[in-house]
């Protein structure tokens, strides 16, 4: 089954370079939407998110993560243009502050503030990158619901990041990708995870342990604590099957 995948995929010719211009504190805002969840984060993070971003969510308790983080002096520079969940989590003066209400208790927080964004997407007529900020710590059950439902996006959307200080994490589907790397930011570890899929065939550039048409699954090989070569400007990936694509993200103070 291993060597039936990889003929197919092998033949493949579409790649999908991938852009994360957002990593740059300069870089202006562009359609993007930063999804903020109920997770710590730094000052300097949610500082660069937030200036790359056009339309500013918190899933319901991330409301209380921004608000406590900002001193009083900044924080109506950070207002959110909406906040998304069944506030179960959100305190009674962050509610106050942000005036917000939603009771839709069928959807989780971050898949309410998802449809938010596709119905602005549908007004505007264009489609929104989206950055999750969190999601990637804390409980395992909020996590695995991360990694599963931005697993499920990938048939809809192509660009959704999720972030958070030590790493930047993205479902790579099957295909071949070309990622840049500024080594001033990211790495140097990094990882290609078989995550919702029972294998896939990967073949790699760029990385310190390369792989070469390599079955990867949780029962067998996994590449965890991968490195970036500091000399390479870009690493590829060929798989024949969606995997999470995640570097360490080692921005400098």
């Not at 202006?28 to 730094?42: D, E, H, K, T």
């Not at 179960?88 to 208790?105: C, G, I, M, P, W």
């Not at 900020?133 to 804390?138: A, D, R």
């Not at 990967?202 to 070569?229: I, M």
Request: net charge negative; aromatic share 8%.
């Amino acid at each position: 089954m291993g060597a039936d995948i990889s003929t197919l995929f092998y033949n493949s010719s579409r790649v999908t370079d991938w852009n994360l211009s957002f990593l740059n504190p300069s870089a202006p805002p562009v359609a993007r939407g930063l999804i903020i969840l109920n997770q710590p984060f730094s000052r300097n993070l949610l500082d660069m998110l937030w200036k790359a971003s056009s339309w500013h969510c918190c899933a319901d308790g991330g409301a209380n993560r921004l608000f406590d983080l900002l001193p009083d002096d900044l924080r109506c520079s950070y207002v959110p243009d909406l906040i998304k969940g069944d506030l179960d989590s959100l305190r009674a003066n962050v509610r106050d502050y942000y005036a917000s209400k939603d009771h839709d208790q069928n959807s989780t927080d971050l898949m309410k503030c998802i449809q938010s964004i596709q119905e602005k997407e549908k007004l505007e007529n264009r489609e929104y990158e989206i950055i999750i900020l969190g999601g990637l710590g804390g409980r395992l059950d909020h996590t695995v619901h991360t990694l599963s439902y931005v697993h499920k996006l990938r048939r809809t959307r192509k660009k959704v990041f999720v972030i958070t200080d030590d790493n930047i994490s993205w479902v790579l589907d099957e295909g071949q990708h070309r990622i840049p790397i500024d080594h001033e930011i990211l790495g140097p570890t990094c990882g290609l995870l078989p995550m919702g899929v029972d294998s896939t065939i990967l073949t790699t550039t760029g990385l310190r342990w390369n792989l070469t048409e390599a079955e990867s699954s949780f029962d067998g090989l996994v590449s965890t604590s991968n490195h970036l070569v500091p000399e390479e400007k870009f690493v590829t990936i060929n798989t024949s099957r969606p995997i999470w694509w995640c570097v360490e993200l080692s921005m400098k103070d």
